[in-house]
């Protein structure tokens, strides 16, 4: 059983445009109320929420009319949570939070939850969660405690060679491989309403090995789905952990969506 509330106190999304991103409880709060009150903590996710609403606002103010904007979705399948319901929607009022809908389901209806919402990035901080969601095709990345050091006023996303899905890749589904890269022509189109500089959205590619050739062909193969990058390396085989440091993404596209990393 899957139960969906909206909260009134953000106006709604164009379902039909906007990229749904949904996001679990225990990543949104703490599971202990602050002192003396009914309000939840903050948790990892708060970064990412912060940002996700900055770029909205970016949007709205070169557009009033846009419709194009990422849309929160909180889930939790745990049935104490649910029963605290109230205490939840009390706490994304008092932080100031732009979760559009609280979607309540139990564990083994978790996947139909996405489904039903048409969620099309999914974060975590249970990696059997993200697993099932990213083997049902929605993009997934976990979050943990370095997701808090990440930036609020620009959303970085990092992709890798890998993640390019390729117009043969036979080993995807049609109907996953479709989802995915209607995803990124969106990612690609938010990014293109901005110049080149002073945008809250920055796209970084990073090769692992195979050079510049390699490196140009991921450039192509984003472009041709309406995805420019504002940074790109090579690192010839050298380790990621240096660059990923530097570059603080809020999440990471692998594995040709497959798995994300946050």
């Known amino acids: 059983m899957v139960?969906?509330?909206q909260n009134s106190d953000v106006k709604q999304k164009d379902v039909d445009q906007a990229v749904v991103v949904a996001v679990t409880f225990t990543a949104v709060f703490e599971p202990e109320a602050e002192d003396g009150s009914s309000v939840y903590r903050l948790g990892v996710a708060l970064p990412l929420?912060?940002?996700?609403?900055?770029?909205?606002?970016?949007?709205?103010e070169k557009n009033p009319a846009e419709h194009q904007l990422f849309?929160?979705?909180?889930?939790?399948?745990?049935?104490?949570?649910?029963?605290?319901?109230?205490?939840?929607?009390?706490?994304?009022?008092?932080?100031?939070?732009?979760?559009?809908?609280?979607?309540?389901?139990r564990?083994?209806?978790f996947i139909e939850s996405l489904v039903q919402n048409n969620v099309q990035l999914?974060?975590?901080?249970?990696?059997?969660?993200?697993?099932?969601?990213?083997?049902?095709?929605?993009?997934?990345?976990?979050?943990?405690?370095?997701?808090?050091?990440?930036p609020s006023e620009q959303l970085r996303v990092l992709f890798c060679e890998n993640t390019i899905i390729q117009p043969n890749a036979g080993s995807i589904?049609?109907?996953?491989?479709?989802?995915?890269?209607?995803?990124?022509?969106?990612l690609g189109q938010m990014r293109q309403k901005f110049g080149i500089f002073d945008s809250p959205l920055c796209f970084t590619l990073v090769?692992?090995?195979?050079?510049?050739?390699?490196?140009?062909?991921?450039?192509?193969?984003l472009r041709s789905?309406?995805?420019?990058?504002?940074?790109?390396?090579?690192?010839?085989?050298?380790?990621?952990?240096?660059?990923?440091?530097?570059?603080?993404?809020?999440?990471?596209?692998?594995?040709?969506?497959?798995?994300?990393?946050?």
């Open 207 to 221: 090769t692992s090995r195979g050079g510049k050739d390699s490196c140009c062909s991921a450039l192509k193969s």
């Open 71 to 105: 849309d929160i979705i909180l889930i939790t399948t745990d049935s104490w949570q649910q029963q605290q319901s109230s205490s939840i929607i009390k706490s994304t009022r008092h932080h100031g939070l732009e979760v559009s809908r609280f979607c309540f389901s």
């Open 107 to 109: 564990e083994e209806d």
């Open 3 to 5: 139960s969906t509330v």
């Open 122 to 150: 999914f974060f975590t901080t249970d990696e059997n969660k993200a697993l099932q969601a990213t083997q049902q095709g929605v993009p997934s990345a976990l979050l943990d405690k370095n997701s808090v050091s990440c």
């Open 225 to 262: 789905l309406g995805v420019s990058v504002d940074e790109a390396y090579c690192l010839g085989g050298a380790p990621h952990t240096p660059i990923l440091s530097l570059l603080r993404p809020h999440f990471l596209l692998s594995e040709g969506f497959n798995l994300l990393e946050g």
């Open 49 to 60: 929420l912060q940002v996700l609403q900055r770029v909205n606002e970016r949007l709205l």
């Open 173 to 186: 589904e049609a109907s996953k491989k479709s989802a995915q890269q209607s995803f990124l022509a969106q």
